[in-house]
Nanobody, 115 residues
Framework: QVELVESGGGLAQAGDSLRLSCVVS????????MAWFRQAPGDQREFVAA?????YYADSVKGRFTISRDDAKNIVYLQMTSLKPEATAVFFC???????????WGQGTQVTVST
């Protein structure tokens, strides 16, 4: 069983930076393509960034957010810069479903950005 535990969320002001972490346990993180999603109150969960053999970003975060991984530590990161109030959401770490790997979700970490 794979477990994903996110951390690093909190309260930030517009323009600030935060780095989210996702610790992968149960299997080696490098076995998975990874992604970050977010869900704002009343909204559906939406894609933020993905890391396969390439990186992919939602248009709304392109140029400001960076997804990366440290396979030695089994951690996936989401570096967020120039935060905007509309980034306020619960951010979730996710292992991407593929032919060889299952889909898992973390419990989420709250990010709140004030003006």
């Amino acid at each position: 069983q794979v477990e994903l535990v996110e951390s690093g969320g909190g309260l930030a002001q517009a323009g600030d930076s935060l780095r989210l972490s996702c610790v992968v346990s149960g299997r080696t993180a490098s076995d998975y393509d990874m992604a970050w999603f977010r869900q704002a109150p009343g909204d559906q969960r939406e894609f933020v960034a993905a890391l396969t053999w390439m990186t992919y970003y939602a248009d709304s975060v392109k140029g400001r957010f960076t997804i990366s991984r440290d396979d030695a530590k089994n951690i996936v990161y989401l570096q967020m810069t120039s935060l905007k109030p509309e980034a306020t959401a619960v951010f979730f770490c996710h292992t991407i479903l593929t032919k060889w790997t299952s889909s898992y979700w973390g419990q989420g970490t709250q990010v709140t950005v004030s003006t």
